[in-house]
């Protein structure tokens, strides 16, 4: 996920990848999405939800 482009759907389909890891890669993989949603959040802060 580079977070430049990304749509809700990209998100769920990044998502439900994931979900069909074993655990192990599972946790890796979500890592390192919230890495990215993070550095996204960072340099956008628009992007986060409206309060």
């Known amino acids: 996920m580079d977070g430049a482009n990304e749509t809700p759907s990209d998100l769920l ?5 994931i979900e ?3 655990l192990a890669t ?3 993989a979500y890592e390192s999405l919230h890495d990215a949603l993070a550095r996204r959040l ?3 802060p628009g ?3 409206a309060s």
């Open 13 to 17: 389909s990044n998502l439900e990848v």
């Open 20 to 22: 069909a890891q074993p």
């Open 26 to 28: 599972r946790a890796a």
């Open 42 to 44: 960072d340099t956008d």
């Open 47 to 49: 992007a986060g939800p």
